[in-house]
């Protein structure tokens, strides 16, 4: 979705490297996501953020950190990285206003980390 | 703990045939489903959503089906086309109201 952007959009380092992966949308959705994709697996929630003041974990948050500059801006950093967060990385984002109890998540085209 | 989970992994059809991809959730407290398409390079991107007050909604060439009673979910694509080539992923809100989970996916292959 061209609404959703991230980058880079593939990105290989070495271990003990940090990295910093960029979100950015247009949809002015209050919501974002970043979930992890690992070969064979669904994505894995890492961090979720309601809005620039709140910021929450997912289910594999350990070894990672997230910044919400902006409404629009959502980063995810890995502060030392090592080999098994080699994955393919997503940005998602939401917004109530649609209706229903459940947001519909919209995802950017995801970011390929090789970390070696 | 909660799960969505997927009965074929791999699933080949002829084009201008029916798709029918499966899916079963464990977590009874779910009422909202969706369905995503992900192709390869790309994120996933949504086909259809259902709530758990319907049995089944219809979109472009695709029907999402939720029997409750058994906790199924399955998505139906009439006249499979080569460009419906892709991992679908099924996902359910557990008892969240933003969060989902996702199931494993299922890749669809199209016949010529």
């Known amino acids: 979705d061209a609404d959703v952007t991230q980058t880079p959009r593939n990105r290989i380092t070495k271990t003990g490297k940090r990295i910093m992966l960029e979100c950015s949308q247009t949809?002015?959705?209050?919501?974002m996501y970043w979930y992890r994709q690992d070969p064979g697996l669904g994505l894995r929630l890492i961090y979720y953020?309601?809005?620039?003041?709140?910021?929450n974990k997912g289910e594999i948050s350990d070894g990672y950190s997230v910044s919400r500059q902006a409404q629009a801006k959502f980063s995810l950093s890995l502060e030392s990285a090592i080999p098994n967060q080699t994955a393919l990385y997503f940005c998602a984002t939401s917004d109530l206003s649609s209706g229903g109890s459940t947001d519909t998540q919209y995802f950017g085209p995801g970011t390929r980390l090789t970390v070696l | 703990g909660e799960s969505v989970g997927l009965h074929l992994p791999t699933l080949s059809v002829q084009e201008g045939d029916n798709s029918i991809i499966n899916c079963a959730y464990s977590?009874?407290?779910?009422?909202?489903f969706i369905w995503y398409k992900q192709e390869s390079g790309k994120g996933p991107q949504f086909i259809i959503d259902?709530?758990?007050?319907?049995d089944k909604r219809q979109g472009q060439r695709v029907t999402v089906l939720l029997n409750k009673t058994v906790k199924h979910l399955s998505l139906q694509i009439a006249a499979t086309q080569p460009g419906d080539s892709a991992v679908y992923f099924c996902a359910e809100n557990g008892d969240s109201s933003y969060k989902l989970i996702f199931g494993s996916g299922t890749r669809l292959l199209v016949r010529p």
């Open positions: 949809k002015g959705h209050d919501r």
């Open positions: 259902i709530r758990s007050n319907m």
């Open positions: 953020s309601f809005d620039v003041k709140d910021i």
């Open positions: 977590n009874s407290a779910s009422d909202y």
